[in-house]
């Protein structure tokens, strides 16, 4: 890593006054862009001590962790970072949790966790039609909150159905990223569509002309070979043993097929 965008995002963090665990976000995803994402759960909670606490425990457990100590600051980030999870304390300042989670709901299809305290918060938040899709009740240990991070993303992820994992392999159809073995592949536009239509066919034998007409176009009037390159670099970017495929089979006669 250059030192420079660490002093450059140190500066502008300064600035700005932003949460220095943005910061750390930020400079994290900035140095390992070609990774698969990790997932981004913004936590807003007004405690000190409850936040950092809990930004550490997240942080350590894999996640990109962003934080806020108000509502307004937590509305701004889920705007601006599109996290894939969000953890909003009930009582806070500036904008309450339960106004918070109604607006993000709205506005994003995102699982939310609120945080209560006991007591009538709690009555609050189970009578209100907030948008939550979970709420935990304080003092909660860390593992309680795991589990139900965990059964949240499980069940937004149901329901996301542009990421398909196929044993090694992630594809993001929506936007277009492939990792295999957690490292992203770069592949060409055609490659793309033709893993694409094999993962949309998951199972079927596509014929060579299906396969043509689909990513190359009905009229495809070309070398019908082409195919049988794009699949060998395909194989060569995503197989651990190209000669031997696993992923991508060749069915002798008929075509190609991934289970
Ligand atoms: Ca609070």
């Known amino acids: 890593m250059s030192e420079t965008p660490l002093v450059f995002v140190c500066v502008a963090a300064k600035i700005l006054k932003q949460d220095l665990t943005l910061m750390l976000y930020r400079l994290n995803r900035s140095t390992n862009s070609n990774e698969k994402p990790m997932t981004k759960i913004l936590l807003v909670e007004d405690e000190g001590i409850l936040r950092t606490t809990l930004a550490q425990q997240l942080t350590a457990e894999g996640y990109a962790v962003l934080a806020a100590a108000d509502g307004e600051r937590g509305l701004e980030l889920a705007r ?64 309680e909150l795991l589990a139900r991070i965990r059964s949240a993303l499980r069940r937004a992820n149901k329901q996301n159905d542009s990421i398909m994992r196929l044993g090694h392999i992630v594809i993001d159809i929506a936007s277009h990223r492939v990792w295999a073995n957690d490292k992203e592949v770069k592949l060409s536009s055609k490659e793309f569509g033709l893993l694409a239509t094999l993962v949309r066919n998951r199972g079927v034998v596509l014929v060579r002309d299906t396969l043509l007409s689909e990513v190359w176009g009905m009229d495809f009037e070309g070398d019908p070979r082409t195919l049988d390159v794009h699949i060998r670099w395909l194989r060569m970017k995503l197989e651990s043993d190209p000669d031997h495929p696993e992923f991508i089979k060749t069915v002798r006669g008929v075509g190609y097929r991934i289970d």
């Open 80 to 143: 601006d970072e599109k996290p894939d999870l969000c953890i909003f304390d009930v009582m806070l300042p500036r904008l309450d949790g339960l106004s918070l989670c109604r607006i993000v709901s709205k506005e994003q299809n995102v699982p939310i966790i609120l945080l209560t305290a006991r007591s009538a918060e709690m009555d609050r938040v189970i009578g209100l039609d907030s948008g939550a899709d979970d709420y935990i009740v304080k003092p909660f240990g860390l593992s």
